[in-house]
């Protein structure tokens, strides 16, 4: 009995190993065919991207609304947006992204009269304006 369970033992321990590895191996061979199924869907996405912006029309497009490019001879004008005192804050965002504003309506520069030599004043100090300053640059 003894030598049939010592034959068992040395079966199971020599099969055992190999099955343990080649397991090992089959997971990662899953592992690595989901990362290139992975890759082909993205690779097909990008092909499609590439694919619409191949025609010029489609890349000026491109150009125009993400990049903010103009062709040769144009020029890009944005206007910021102002709360009324001309000061516009850190937190208004892309001026870009801002609706248009009608040529009629009328214009906050036109009826702002605070920046007249009569009404100017120091605003707080030397101290105050100097602080101002120093956040301009945080």
Known sequence: MLPLALVTAVTMLVLWFPLTALWHQQSEIDN???QISAIKQQSTSLQAQAKSVSST????LLAREQ????SPGQSLIQVLPGNGSGYVAQNAGDPGFQPLVSPT???????DRS???????ASG?????????LEFWR
């Open 125 to 133: 100090g030397f101290l105050k304006r100097f602080v101002r300053t």
């Open 67 to 70: 990049y903010q490019l103009v």
């Open 105 to 111: 309506s009328q214009s906050s520069l036109t009826t």
């Open 115 to 121: 920046f007249t030599s009569g009404s100017h004043k």
């Open 32 to 34: 690595a065919a989901a």
């Open 57 to 60: 029309a489609a890349a000026t």
